[in-house]
């Protein structure tokens, strides 16, 4: 099959994208890299009447590192991401190297993934569990929402029709932090079946688990975090983990294995790598 006829637009900035999403065409899409808004138009599950490439846009190419966070632009590609060594990102370089094949990483943007809202992507889960923020305009300006909480449903997040994500600000991780970040899939460069991220701070005795790759969004494993930051490696039992994970990770057996599974992997990764 083939897209559905459409109008295209390659606005100079982001005022001139903004003013476009504001206008008349009620189907406005944003695209970006276009890996996942491509198959979807060629499929026809989608129908927007008007396609904003913001992919050229310079204010959304930037990486800028600050003192105790990073401003990644929303079109920045998990390819660049992976060539960059940025201090104290050190998670989101290994996480971008890992996304489906160079070839789709030197196109698909952070932005246009956070958008998508897949439940199964990487950068909803690993920027979730990194207490990163996401930063969308619109109008009336600019907004910061937590990335925990910015996908509300499978494809769906708080950002409005007339709004784009312009940045996400990621805090940099200290020297002692550690880090751990595993997914199940049928073969490489595939969506997983199960995937999990967690980060722990044995200075700051803070941490986060996020189990993803369920039916709705990424979800916290708050009481195992908890239990991490305050006795480290000696809170992770095989017990803990399955009182954590199968309340989220739905009535079927086997997913509750392997999400259990991507968990204790992930951990494995803070304490023993």
């Not at 460069?189 to 999990?196: D, K, M, R, V, Y």
Request: charged share 25%; net charge positive.
């Amino acid at each position: 099959m083939k897209a559905a006829a459409f109008d295209y637009v390659r606005p100079r900035d982001i005022g001139e994208a903004l003013a476009v999403l504001g206008g008349d065409h009620a189907m406005a899409k944003i695209l970006a890299g276009g890996q996942s808004l491509l198959p979807m138009l060629n499929l026809r599950l989608a129908r927007p009447t008007l396609l904003v490439d913001i992919s050229r846009v310079a204010a959304l190419r930037d990486i800028e590192e600050r003192d105790a966070l990073v401003r990644i632009g929303a079109a920045v590609t998990h390819a660049e991401l992976e060539d960059r060594d940025i201090p104290g990102c050190a998670m989101v370089r290994a996480v971008a190297a890992g996304i489906a094949y160079r070839s789709v990483r030197n196109r698909g943007t952070v932005g246009g993934s956070l958008a998508h809202a897949d439940p199964a992507a990487d950068w909803p889960l690993t920027l979730a569990a990194l207490g990163a923020t996401i930063v969308v305009e619109g109008k009336s300006g600019r907004r910061n929402l937590p990335a925990a909480d910015f996908m509300v449903a499978a494809f769906q997040t708080r950002a409005a029709d007339n709004e784009m994500i312009v940045a996400v600000d990621v805090p940099k991780l200290s020297k002692a932090a550690r880090y751990g970040y595993y997914k199940f899939c049928r073969k490489t460069g595939e969506f997983p079946e199960a995937s999990a991220a967690a980060v722990f701070d044995p200075e700051l005795r803070t941490a986060r688990v996020y189990v993803g790759a369920l039916s709705v969004p990424p979800r916290a494993l708050d009481d195992l975090a908890a239990a991490i930051a305050q006795k480290g490696a000696a809170a992770i039992t095989d017990s803990a983990i399955a009182a954590a994970v199968d309340p989220v990770a739905g009535s079927d057996p086997a997913g509750r294995r392997m999400h259990r599974a991507a968990v204790a992997r992930a951990l494995k990764q803070v304490f023993v790598s």
